[in-house]
């Protein structure tokens, strides 16, 4: 099962959508701009902090259910059978360097 699978639209547009805005963008990036939208949707929906804390726990709990069925319990790798739907991509950094080229005597190879 994709992670999307259980998403109905408007839900599913809304998912390609910040896969789309999410791309090009370092994934801790990501994580951190998905967890404050998360974060600010239990805020907002609800008004005590003891419901916040079962909002998230119960979140968490199926999120956590979720992401192991893409892992081998026996193996404890990623399991190579279910689709990549959505793919953070980092951009490519090119360093410059301070060293001549490598190879024989003043990098003449």
Do not use: C, W
Not at 98 to 106: I, M, Q, S, T
């Amino acid at each position: 099962m994709a992670p999307k699978d259980n998403l109905k639209q408007p839900g599913e547009a809304l998912f390609e959508a910040f896969g789309l805005a999410a791309s090009g963008h370092l994934p801790d990036e990501v994580i951190s701009a998905a967890m404050n939208i998360v974060l600010n949707v239990v805020r907002q929906r609800t008004s005590r902090r003891s419901g916040a804390i079962a909002a998230m726990d119960e979140l968490f709990g199926r999120s956590m259910d979720a992401l192991m069925q893409h892992y081998d319990g026996t193996t404890d790798r990623r399991r190579s059978v279910v689709p990549f739907d959505q793919v953070v991509t980092v951009p490519h950094t090119r360093f410059q360097t301070k060293f001549g080229h490598l190879g024989r005597k003043n990098g003449h190879t």
